[in-house]
């Protein structure tokens, strides 16, 4: 097996406006806006939808449904880009960014 050592980098996303606490737009919408902010800048990705809870900086909390986006052998640059463009287009006061060292491998088969 060709282990790889990369960088794993998880940003999770709230769907729940940052002035009204609550989702404006259904789900699809907003996994549609994170798809082509990806596809823009050029990174394979997979995503998943999950609840959390979240304390504003005021103090409140809400529950809401987030994306978590895990991106490997990204640029730090553009984690951040990411990172912005997503806080920014879903109204967020802020994203979470996780980043940890992961070894992967690709498995090819088929059937023939």
Not at 29 to 39: A, E, F
Request: glycine share 6%.
């Amino acid at each position: 097996r060709n282990m790889k050592k990369v960088r794993q980098t998880q940003i999770y996303v709230g769907l729940n406006d940052s002035d009204t606490y609550r989702q404006k737009f259904e789900t699809g919408k907003y996994v549609s806006i994170l798809k082509r902010v990806c596809q823009g800048y050029h990174v394979a990705f997979s995503m998943s939808l999950i609840n959390g809870g979240y304390f504003h900086d005021d103090g409140t909390y809400v529950e809401e449904n987030s994306l978590m986006l895990p991106l490997l052998d990204v640029a730090e640059q553009t984690i951040e880009e990411i990172a912005k463009d997503l806080c920014a287009f879903f109204n967020q006061e802020s994203v979470m960014v996780s980043t940890s060292e992961a070894e992967v491998h690709f498995v090819k088969e088929s059937i023939e």
